[in-house]
């Protein structure tokens, strides 16, 4: 089993920044890759970016490369999400997700632990 629990949201106007946090516990963080997810009103739950159990290998979405950056500190069980040059469009409930598998899963399917979700809202 693996708790998560994210924090860092909030309200920011656009082109601001935003730094997601989310905690881990339980099983050994170093044996799980990770990811953010997220899902806007109306919409289904989206890949935003991924990362190896080692860190040494990542995934981006097209619609916030360049922008977003994920990072994580196996000795403080974090993941982290950096959101630089926030959009309208980047609003939505952000979840941490944790997969056991020795790839880098991309798809929600593939994940088999989640986070309750933190609200981010970009203001125009």
């Known amino acids: 089993q693996v708790q998560l629990v994210e924090s860092g949201g909030g309200l920011v106007q656009a082109g601001g920044s935003l730094r997601l946090s989310c905690a881990a516990s339980?099983?050994?963080?170093?044996?799980?890759?990770m990811a953010w997810f997220r899902q806007a009103p109306g919409k289904e739950r989206e890949s935003v970016a991924a990362i190896s159990r080692s860190g040494g290998a990542t995934y981006y979405a097209d619609s916030v490369k360049g922008r977003f950056t994920i990072s994580r500190d196996n000795a403080e069980n974090t993941v982290y999400l950096q959101m630089n040059s926030l959009k309208p469009e980047d609003t939505a409930v952000y979840y941490c997700?944790?997969?056991?598998?020795?790839?880098?899963?991309?798809?929600?399917?593939?994940?088999?632990?989640w986070g309750q979700g933190t609200q981010v809202t970009v203001s125009s």
């Open positions: 339980g099983r050994t963080f170093i044996s799980v890759n």
């Open positions: 997700a944790a997969a056991q598998t020795y790839y880098l899963p991309i798809t929600s399917g593939e994940y088999g632990y």
